[in-house]
């Protein structure tokens, strides 16, 4: 009984985040809208986006790269049952292990983002949510942004993988960025059928869904 009752009480809690968080979302986003949608968007902006994916193609899976201070995998810990999030520099994974520590779906993972990719993929074995986010500046110790390699591993695999990659207004060939051309050629020489779009600064490649 007691064990039923703390279920009840963690549902209830998971809705009332999940309602406060949705007003909260929609008034910042309806600021920005109102404001002519300024690069970059609000965070509140790609959370709702993410959702809209995940509901869209009914992904209960989400893998970020790039945890910084790990306020996605934070926001959206009530929108997946698994969360794998990975982050290359030591002080951010610390950070982030030990504010997900009593969040059992959240997996807090270190490493060179591509690479650790190639290992958690081994065990994912479903279309899954990705947020490609290791870009934002060149981390010590590597001599190029991971993004080309992240996508390869990614679309290596057997599945049709959602990729949402943000801050696209990054991506001109220069800074050690690639271009979008790039990233949207290379994307099509991987997966010929998928579609690539760049909307609200946030690039969008995914096999379109047939209608039924």
């Keep these: 009984m007691k064990k039923y009752l703390e279920s009840i009480i963690e549902k209830i809690k998971k809705r009332y985040r999940h309602f406060r968080q949705k007003?909260?979302?929609?008034?910042?986003?309806?600021?920005?809208?109102k404001a002519g949608h300024p690069y970059p968007p609000p965070h509140e902006y790609k959370q709702e986006t993410l959702k809209k994916y995940a509901l869209a193609y009914d992904f209960d899976t989400f893998i970020e790269t790039g945890t910084d201070l790990g306020k996605m995998p934070w926001e959206l810990q009530d929108d997946f049952k698994n969360i794998y999030t990975i982050e290359l520099n030591i002080d951010k994974y610390l950070n982030a292990k030990e504010r997900f520590h009593?969040?059992?779906?959240?997996?807090?993972?270190?490493?060179e983002s591509s690479e650790q990719l190639t290992l958690l993929l081994k065990s994912i074995r479903f279309p899954t949510l990705f947020w490609l986010d290791t870009h934002d500046h060149l981390e010590k110790g590597l001599s190029e942004f991971s993004i080309m390699?992240?996508?390869?591993?990614?679309?290596?695999?057997?599945?049709?993988?959602?990729?949402?990659?943000?801050?696209?207004?990054?991506?001109?060939?220069?800074?050690?960025y690639p271009s979008l051309i790039e990233i949207r050629n290379y994307i099509s020489e991987l997966r010929p059928s998928y579609h690539f779009e760049v909307e609200n600064d946030i690039i969008r490649s995914f096999e379109e869904k047939s209608e039924k």
Aim: charged share 20%; aromatic share 8%; hydrophobic share 35%.
């Design 23 to 33: 007003m909260h979302n929609q008034a910042t986003i309806n600021k920005w809208s």
């Design 149 to 176: 390699k992240e996508i390869k591993t990614i679309l290596n695999t057997d599945y049709n993988h959602v990729l949402l990659i943000p801050d696209a207004r990054l991506f001109t060939g220069q800074n050690d």
């Design 102 to 111: 009593f969040i059992d779906h959240i997996d807090t993972i270190k490493g």
